[in-house]
């Protein structure tokens, strides 16, 4: 069952979470979602040695950044943590962010490798980004540190979206579980008072 955290969209994913344990539950997913980071970050690195062109290294850092961000926010988020983000512009213009969860029971049984790898890959790869940042800086390279800025800032629109969608995912299972005590007690009080 999903837990829709937000009441303006109608739609649905299917997910079948895979109980935790000793192995990764999804190792396909997990290699393509360090993939394409480690794709980026390594061609960041090694373009120098290659290519005397910026913008092949341009192009082609920011096209990995860019498959990455797309793979962790629609396919890896999803199943090997159970979250789906995104944003929209309503009709008075404003963005509103929108978000999705599986409900308590199916994310209990999420393998924690797999979150395990999600997060903390989510997260290095900014840090990362942000040391190659730095080194552009110190040595005075604007033009790296464009590419640098367009990969970290893909990268943490991810950590946004998916750390605003993990909290409201929290408030909405604790509002949930609020109400189905509150429908039960309810319904006790009724059943009690309807046989007296």
């Not at 005397?52 to 961000?69: G, K, N, P, R, Y």
């Not at 943590?81 to 999420?110: H, P, Y």
Request: proline share 1%; glycine share 4%; with cysteine.
């Amino acid at each position: 069952m999903l837990l829709h955290v937000t009441m303006e969209h109608d739609s649905t994913y299917c997910f079948c979470a895979q109980p935790s344990g000793e192995n990764y539950a999804n190792p396909r997913i997990c290699f393509f979602h360090v993939l394409f980071k480690a794709g980026a970050l390594a061609f960041y690195i090694l373009s120098a040695l290659f290519f005397d062109s910026f913008v092949i290294i341009f192009v082609v850092t920011v096209l990995l950044a860019a498959l990455d961000f797309w793979v962790v926010k629609n396919v890896s988020g999803r199943i090997l943590v159970g979250l789906r983000w995104w944003n929209e512009i309503d009709d008075n213009g404003e963005s509103v962010w929108k978000f999705e969860c599986l409900d308590q029971e199916s994310l209990a049984r999420m393998n924690k490798k797999d979150s395990w790898l999600f997060w903390w890959t989510l997260y290095l790869t900014a840090v990362i980004w942000i040391f190659f940042g730095i080194f552009s800086l110190i040595r005075f390279q604007a033009d790296y540190l464009l590419v640098v800025g367009v990969c970290l800032t893909l990268s943490i629109a991810n950590i946004v979206g998916f750390t605003k969608c993990r909290k409201d995912a929290k408030k909405q299972i604790q509002a949930f579980a609020s109400q189905t005590i509150a429908n039960r007690f309810q319904s006790t009080i009724q059943s009690a008072f309807s046989v007296v």
